[in-house]
């Protein structure tokens, strides 16, 4: 064999070599922007590193209310990923922000009432209860409703329910959809209302527990794919990741529910 034939032939094997290095080599990481409501703010800081791990993916986080991260999308802002109520979601599918069919309930959220810590814990178990509680203290911390906090329209709602919103109104102490737990930690308010899991971060903060079912509130929280988004293989198999048992441990940790699909 001359050596312009040995030549060809070691060239053929290193080409294919590299075609099959190329073939059994793992996807290229992609990075993934996930736009999020707070009540899920402190379980996607949780997840995002274990599912980077786990993947080799890059996850970048931004928190508002539904509204607003909603607002931001509608303005422009790319998303791989969206986590917000159905209802928010559904818009955005309707003005093609969202992947139609893309969309995945990952966690549910509980309303809750929260205290600074060592403070007496009410009684809040009944809506009586409740109201007793609410009438007794002197300043009460949620979210304003301005900011489309659904625990923020929500508790305007029960107020007006239990007959005391005019009571109330003296009492407030408005946070801005991430603050309410700060507020109480720091002594500015009595009482806090607001998403468990949106308490729950806060070592200054005590949850007492949820309100009771006839004024409870269960958000939903559903994961749907941006429309301007880039990673959409990736963000598939973060959406995934949440219903791994390792993620939905820290679901619970976090006082939220797994989500139901």
Same mark, same amino acid.
């Given at each position: 064999m001359g050596r312009a034939a040995a030549g060809t032939r070691i060239a053929g094997r290193w080409l294919v070599a590299a075609a099959l290095l190329v073939l059994t080599a793992?996807?290229?990481?992609?990075?993934?922007?996930?736009?999020?409501?707070?009540?899920?703010?402190t379980l996607l800081e949780d997840i995002a590193p274990m599912f980077e791990k786990a993947s080799g993916h890059k996850v970048t986080l931004g928190f508002g209310t539904s509204q607003q991260v909603a607002k931001r999308v509608e303005a422009g802002e790319a998303a791989d990923l969206v986590v917000i109520t159905p209802e928010a979601i559904g818009k955005l599918v309707k003005d093609n922000k969202v992947v139609a069919g893309s969309s995945v309930e990952i966690a549910r959220s509980l309303i809750g009432v929260g205290i600074r810590r060592g403070a007496p814990h009410p009684d809040i178990r009944t809506p009586d209860a409740l109201r007793t509680a609410l009438l007794a203290v002197k300043s009460v911390t949620?979210? +304003?409703? $301005?900011?489309?906090?659904?625990? =923020?329209?929500?508790?305007? #709602?029960?107020?007006?329910?239990?007959?005391?919103?005019?009571?109330?109104?003296?009492?407030?102490?408005?946070?801005?959809?991430?603050?309410?737990?700060?507020?109480?930690?720091?002594?500015?308010?009595?009482m806090a209302i607001q998403q468990i899991s949106a308490l729950k971060p806060y070592s200054g903060v005590?949850?007492?527990?949820?309100?009771?079912?006839?004024?409870?509130?269960?958000t939903i929280l559903s994961a749907g794919i941006g429309a301007a988004g880039q990673s959409r293989a990736a963000v598939q198999e973060m959406i995934?990741?949440?219903?791994?048992?390792? +993620?939905? $441990?820290?679901?619970?940790?976090? =006082?939220?529910?797994?989500? #139901?699909?």
């Open positions: 793992p996807a290229q990481a992609a990075e993934i922007k996930v736009l999020s409501s707070n009540a899920t703010r949620f979210s +304003a409703p $301005a900011t489309g906090a659904t625990s =923020g329209v929500h508790t305007e #709602k029960m107020f007006e329910r239990l007959g005391i919103a005019a009571e109330m109104k003296a009492k407030y102490v408005l946070g801005d959809g991430s603050s309410t737990g700060p507020i109480v930690a720091r002594g500015e308010a009595e005590e949850v007492v527990g949820p309100l009771p079912d006839e004024l409870q509130l269960v995934r990741y949440f219903g791994t048992p390792e +993620a939905i $441990a820290v679901i619970k940790a976090k =006082g939220l529910e797994p989500g #139901k699909n």
